[in-house]
């Protein structure tokens, strides 16, 4: 099996998400183009990174117009620098 390991303090995010068609209320389909760009995304795989705050596997927030998309054995992913991460997403219980 071969998987992508990031080199140097790279993160690899994988970007695949529902593929469900989404409509408006009144019918009109709402194509992928015209989607914004989602800025959460769970990680896949950590480069050299000295004491991440990550661990694989996490859900994790980013900025915007980051990173490098590719395509590697049909799944949709996100190249980017560790220093371009903002934070993790967090589960806690409600008061």
Known sequence: MKELQPLNENVILDMSSDK???RTASGIII????KEKPQTAKVLAI???ENPAI???DTVL????SGTELGY???KMLVIPYADL???V????EI
């Open 47 to 49: 480069g050299t990174i």
């Open 55 to 57: 661990a694989i596997g």
């Open 62 to 65: 980013f900025k915007k117009y």
């Open 20 to 22: 469900a068609e989404q």
């Open 90 to 93: 967090v589960e806690t219980d």
């Open 31 to 34: 194509p992928d183009t015209a």
């Open 86 to 88: 903002l934070a993790k």
């Open 73 to 75: 054995e049909g799944k």
